[in-house]
């Protein structure tokens, strides 16, 4: 019988929240602690030892013995180094455990090896680790035990970033200082905090592992690098919101248990649209928790699915012909005491201040549409956007018809007078309409959608961390609401309410071209979207060199979000990152067609050649055989004749320094001689007698699960 489990009592068991610390710390401590929480600032040097103490504590109590500063390089996913809590033994040879508060807050890692784009060369080698105090500390259980895990950021000496932490909090800082800036204009005196609030949808691939240890694509690359369509792909479309399979659900079950234990709210599970795809989507929470326990989602489930038995593909595009897996971010801004402000709301008040929140953020996306884009970028989505299954590489916003009709009257006259599908205005206030709950119908096509109180970029890769996406999203609209306040704080109060409504009127009209509604997809759009002078940045590293503009370094130096030179170390990470990804791949191609491919094509043409003589000297003739024969063979000299061009340009890329142009040369040429070696190879999988088939084939991957 499967085990029992009561969601109550787990949740957040391996988490040292709040409650415990409540619970556990003397009252001054805890005070200070949340108070650190909510206004920033440092521990005191005793509170600190006194919270260390605790938390260590609690996390020996729960079977810990170890303890590291949990960070996210610029690889993307997080690093973990483990300390035990050994100390000396005194004279008697006894162990005391010990944790101080200055190993709680700081950690020295090192940590030399991880990306960092020249920045330790030039500034310093050591990188530093520091306590987020805002995301809580938790308890990883496995293969090494139980350890404490406190979420950090990784700095270099001089303060650089050196992560994907550190850039997102500064701009959750910039974002709630100018929001704040923006609520006041309409007279909140309460709140003293805007938080960002996001709700990261997972897709994720499970296959079996036996299948997928015999794949060396998958194992090395994450995806598959051959493989011919399976006769049945989504056509059907009975996969998604399917019935769960047993094996899948019971992978399920017990992944929400490890999540909900580690304080993740599990919340939503479904089959998605291909075979052996799936979704989990927690209840959304502050960005930078949401990040982290993100990173902790997808941990999970790699875990979690080697237990059963499987793989987890967090892949975009583990299958060519299926559709890819994304993330999409649903994303939104609330203050302290209780306002989202991408809540169009049933009050005047509310209204108009939304619509000014509104007219930022198409400001915002319109203005950096470019680094939205480059947010979002990470080398296997490149095989979704754009590519037909994905949002399309260009941003552009979503609002609905209602929101879009009342943005349209709001430039037209400078006022809205009515709701489409809402009737007249209850208000009776001319300009501020009511808007009706959910009066936005979906559009799945859009990247950058309005879905009645969030923002859903539906951009964001399935493998990527989402901190950059966040951090560009706080930062770009934190510029917009900083640039509307700058002008609005000089109104006299009198004059503030037609103010407002002119600047709505003026961001709104000059930045309508970021408004569309229609299909994503259509060839039509990325017409139209050429006219409106929208971006339409094709690849990752084309992206990269947005980071980089004037604009860019403004925007991001300005909130001291990141400084120039940070940027530059980010644009050179994304070049390296690109090569030695694409680089594997290539490698993983000429292992696979060179050891398995053409070896076994080879021996299957002889068999065939020997039918064929056989079939003569028995007197009959033997055209199917000879037919089959040809076939193969032209394929397998195309197969040879790809796979010695890919060996060449792979040793020319390989050899080539500058990051930038080897980048490139991976992504226009390496690629190029990799999809010539695939397509002879995809050819001969479908008339090739399956039993010689090397490798396990796409029906194969995505059915027997
Ligand atoms: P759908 O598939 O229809 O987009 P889901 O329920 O799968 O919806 O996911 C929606 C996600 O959006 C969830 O993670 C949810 O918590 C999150 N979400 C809901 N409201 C907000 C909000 N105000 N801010 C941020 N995220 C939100
Ligand atoms: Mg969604």
């Not at 499970?206 to 015999?214: C, E, G, P, S």
């Not at 590293?541 to 130096?557: G, H």
């Not at 056989?614 to 199917?624: F, H, L, Q, S, T």
Request: net charge negative; aromatic share 8%.
């Amino acid at each position: 019988m499967s085990k029992v489990f009561n969601v109550e009592e787990i949740f957040g068991k391996n988490v040292f929240t709040l409650g415990k610390m409540k619970e556990r710390l003397p009252k001054n401590v805890y005070k200070e602690v949340v108070k650190v929480m909510n206004e920033g600032g440092e521990l005191s040097k005793a509170t600190a030892n006194v919270v260390a103490k605790e938390m260590k504590d609690w996390a020996v109590e729960n079977g810990a013995t170890h303890y590291t500063h949990w960070f996210q390089p610029l690889t993307g996913i997080t690093a973990e180094k483990h300390d035990a809590f050994v100390a000396h033994p005194d004279e008697e040879g006894k162990m005391l455990t010990e944790f101080s508060g200055k190993e709680l807050i700081k950690g020295e890692p090192d940590a030399s090896s991880f990306p960092s784009g020249g920045l330790r060369a030039t500034f310093e080698a050591r990188g530093y680790t520091a306590w987020d105090i805002t995301s809580p500390a938790f308890l990883k259980e496995s293969g090494c035990g139980t350890i404490l895990c406190i979420p950090t950021a990784f700095c270099s000496y001089t303060g650089e970033a050196l992560d994907k932490k550190t850039p997102l909090l500064r701009s959750m800082e910039a974002l709630s200082e100018q929001a704040l800036r923006i609520v006041r204009l309409f007279g909140n005196t309460e709140a003293t905090k805007v938080t960002a609030s996001v709700g990261p949808e997972q897709e994720y691939f499970l296959v079996d592992k036996d299948l997928y240890m015999r794949r060396t694509d998958l194992m090395f690359a994450g995806r598959t690098l051959f493989g011919a369509p399976a006769p049945k792909g989504q056509e059907m479309e009975d996969h998604y919101f399917g019935v769960i399979r047993e094996r899948v659900g019971a992978y399920m079950k017990d992944l929400n248990e490890e999540l909900w234990k580690l304080g993740v709210t599990a919340k939503t599970q479904h089959n998605e649209v291909a075979p052996a795809q799936h979704e989990l989507a927690p209840i959304y929470e502050t960005a930078n928790i949401a990040v982290d326990h993100n990173q902790l989602v997808m941990e999970a489930m790699k875990r979690v699915a080697i237990r059963h038995g499987m793989r987890c593909l967090l892949h975009e595009k583990p299958y060519a012909g299926v559709n890819g897996s994304g993330k999409h971010n649903n994303w939104s801004i609330t203050t302290d005491n209780g306002v989202n402000l991408l809540d169009p709301g049933d009050t005047p008040n509310r209204n108009i201040q939304f619509l000014l929140v509104l007219a930022c953020i198409m400001k915002a996306v319109d203005t950096h549409a470019d680094l939205l884009r480059q947010s979002a970028s990470d080398v296997g989505n490149d095989h979704r956007l754009g590519a037909n299954e994905a949002p399309p590489a260009i941003i552009s916003i979503f609002l609905g018809e209602q929101l879009e009709d009342v943005v349209d009257q709001l430039i037209e006259t400078g006022e809205a007078t009515s709701v489409k599908e809402g009737g007249r205005l209850r208000t009776g206030v001319k300009t501020l309409p009511d808007f009706k709950k959910d009066a936005t119908d979906r559009n799945r096509t859009s990247p950058f959608a309005f879905t009645g109180n969030k923002f859903e970029f539906r951009m964001v890769g399935s493998a990527d961390s989402i901190a950059s996406p966040n951090t560009t999203l706080n930062a770009i609209v934190a510029e917009a609401f900083c640039e509307a306040a700058d002008r609005l704080e000089q109104v006299e109060q009198k004059d503030l309410e037609l103010a407002i409504h002119d600047l709505i009127k003026e961001y709104m009209a000059e930045h309508q071209r970021i408004i569309f509604n229609g299909n994503g997809y259509a060839d039509e759009w990325v017409e139209e979207a050429a006219r409106r002078g929208l971006p339409n940045i094709k690849s990752m590293i084309e992206a990269a060199s947005t980071l980089t503009t004037d604009k860019a370094v403004r925007l991001f130096e300005k909130f001291r979000i990141f400084t120039r030179v940070e940027l530059q170390s980010r644009e050179e990470i994304i070049y390296e990152t690109y090569a030695k990804t694409i680089n594997i791949e290539a490698l993983a191609m000429i292992d696979m067609a060179g050891k398995q491919i053409i070896p076994a094509v080879v021996k299957y043409s002889k068999c065939l050649a020997d039918t064929v003589n056989a079939v003569k000297e028995a007197g009959a003739d033997p055209v199917v055989q000879l037919e089959l024969l040809l076939k193969v063979n032209a394929r397998l000299a195309a197969m040879q004749t790809a796979l010695r061009r890919l060996e060449e340009v792979e040793e020319e890329a390989s050899a080539m320094t500058d990051a930038k142009a080897q980048a490139f040369f991976y992504k226009d040429t390496v690629k190029a001689a990799m999809e010539e070696l695939r397509a002879p190879a995809d050819e001969l999988e479908m008339i090739v007698d399956k039993k010689v088939w090397p490798i396990p084939t796409y029906g194969e991957l995505m059915y027997e699960i």
